[in-house]
């Protein structure tokens, strides 16, 4: 019998998880309060629902509680995170796994009793930490299918702003990891967040599906003197 997966969040993050989990075998709903969003996924071949999960009787029907695991995913807000994986504890969710946005997020979600809390940042990086190295240009590593891991070091297009106002995984659908920036006798590494300043010759970590990554160095990379 196939594994019932649950996903709280049709974000990219609850999109790439939904799929692959879909090609593993197991039967997979995704939720999100998003309606334009839950359409986008419907008419992409996705189970998917529009609901509030922050809302205990909208968690009752939509069939979470049923699941065998459910995911919350939430990126976007870390409060209706912290109280979606409450009410799933609360109801007597079979197991729950949620995304944290950093370690304090994590903390909380720890303490309210969630089986596992993911840090997607922190994991991709020290999973690819040993294949990186400080003064790599544009190195790629491939992860699962057609999607990578690159190093790209900023030219001026970015300069100045946020990576919330740089908007990439809407503009070219990269997501970023992490940031390096030079300091004064060493290099200095920032976690993605969304008010993270970037400036022209420092190197993000992004990844994105081959192409994307492409399009994304093209456009925002520094551009090779010769």
Same mark, same amino acid.
Request: glycine letters at 10%; aromatic letters at 4%; proline letters at 2%.
């Given at each position: 019998?196939?594994?019932?997966?649950?996903?709280?969040?049709?974000?990219?993050?609850?999109?790439?998880?939904?799929?692959?989990?879909?090609?593993?075998?197991?039967?997979?709903? #995704?939720?999100?309060?998003?309606? &334009? *969003?839950?359409?986008?996924? @419907?008419?992409?071949?996705? +189970?998917? /629902?529009?609901? $509030?999960?922050?809302?205990?009787?909208?968690?009752?029907?939509?069939?979470?509680?049923?699941?065998?695991?459910?995911?919350?995913?939430i990126?976007?807000?870390?409060?209706?995170?912290?109280?979606?994986?409450?009410?799933?504890?609360?109801?007597?969710?079979?197991?729950?796994?949620?995304?944290?946005?950093?370690?304090?997020?994590?903390?909380?979600?720890?303490?309210?009793?969630?089986?596992?809390?993911?840090?997607?940042?922190?994991? #991709?990086?020290?999973?690819?930490? &040993? *294949?990186?190295?400080?003064d @790599?240009?544009?190195?790629? +590593?491939? /992860?699962?299918? $057609?999607?990578?891991?690159?190093?790209?070091?900023?030219?001026p297009?970015?300069?100045?702003?946020?990576?919330?106002?740089?908007?990439?995984?809407?503009?070219?659908?990269?997501?970023?990891?992490?940031?390096?920036?030079?300091g004064?006798?060493?290099?200095?590494?920032?976690?993605?967040?969304?008010?993270l300043?970037?400036?022209?010759?420092?190197?993000?970590?992004?990844?994105?599906?081959?192409?994307?990554?492409?399009?994304?160095?093209?456009?925002?990379?520094?551009? &090779?003197?010769?």
């Amino acid at each position: 019998m196939a594994k019932r997966i649950f996903i709280i969040g049709g974000g990219r993050f609850g999109v790439h998880l939904a799929s692959r989990l879909a090609e593993l075998g197991c039967e997979v709903v #995704v939720g999100d309060i998003n309606p &334009e *969003r839950v359409k986008d996924l @419907a008419d992409d071949g996705y +189970h998917a /629902l529009e609901m $509030d999960a922050t809302d205990e009787d909208a968690l009752r029907e939509s069939g979470a509680l049923d699941a065998d695991v459910v995911v919350v995913g939430i990126g976007d807000s870390m409060q209706a995170s912290i109280l979606t994986s409450l009410l799933l504890k609360q109801l007597g969710a079979k197991r729950v796994v949620a995304r944290a946005q950093d370690t304090k997020h994590a903390q909380v979600l720890e303490r309210l009793g969630v089986e596992e809390v993911l840090l997607p940042a922190r994991e #991709v990086a020290f999973h690819l930490a &040993e *294949r990186l190295h400080e003064d @790599a240009r544009g190195a790629r +590593h491939s /992860l699962v299918g $057609d999607y990578v891991l690159a190093d790209v070091r900023l030219g001026p297009a970015l300069a100045g702003q946020t990576l919330a106002s740089a908007q990439l995984p809407h503009r070219f659908g990269v997501t970023a990891v992490l940031l390096k920036r030079p300091g004064q006798d060493r290099i200095v590494v920032e976690e993605a967040r969304a008010g993270l300043q970037l400036a022209e010759g420092c190197e993000l970590l992004v990844v994105g599906k081959r192409d994307e990554v492409g399009r994304f160095e093209r456009e925002c990379g520094e551009v &090779e003197k010769k």
